[in-house]
């Protein structure tokens, strides 16, 4: 298994930065395409960006193309959500997730992922 622990959450103004990490125990962490999701109230939980076993393929929602910036460092067993240029619209709570892979392929479904985050909060005031 693989636990993953998120933060840097918060509440930032409309138009600011905000940088979410997440750490992920384990030795096998080269085995997870690893992605983030999130969830307003109300709302169904959404993909947002995913990131390749290796680093090299990334995946995003066009709400949020051009904007967030997903990385990884394995080294480190973390990954990056780097997001700029906020909107309220992209209040919610944010989760890591990880996605066992044979491959560097990845995947924005729900379901392809296998361990999951407790959630941090992001609120964008305007």
């Known amino acids: 298994q693989v636990q993953l622990v998120e933060s840097g959450g918060g509440l930032v103004q409309a138009g600011g930065p905000l940088r979410l990490s997440c750490a992920a125990s384990?030795?096998?962490?080269?085995?997870?395409?690893m992605g983030w999701f999130r969830q307003a109230p109300g709302k169904r939980r959404g993909f947002v960006a995913t990131?390749?076993?290796?680093?090299?393929?990334?995946d995003y929602a066009y709400a949020v193309k051009g904007r967030f910036t997903i990385s990884r460092d394995n080294a480190k067993n973390t990954v990056v959500l780097q997001m700029n240029s906020l909107k309220p619209e992209d209040t919610a709570v944010y989760y890591c997730?990880?996605?066992?892979?044979?491959?560097?392929?990845?995947?924005?479904?729900?379901?392809?992922?296998?361990?999951w985050g407790q959630g941090t909060q992001v609120t964008v005031s305007s």
């Open positions: 384990g030795r096998t962490f080269t085995s997870y395409a």
């Open positions: 990131v390749s076993r290796s680093g090299g393929r990334t």
């Open positions: 997730a990880a996605d066992y892979r044979s491959s560097d392929d990845i995947c924005s479904k729900y379901g392809c992922y296998d361990y």
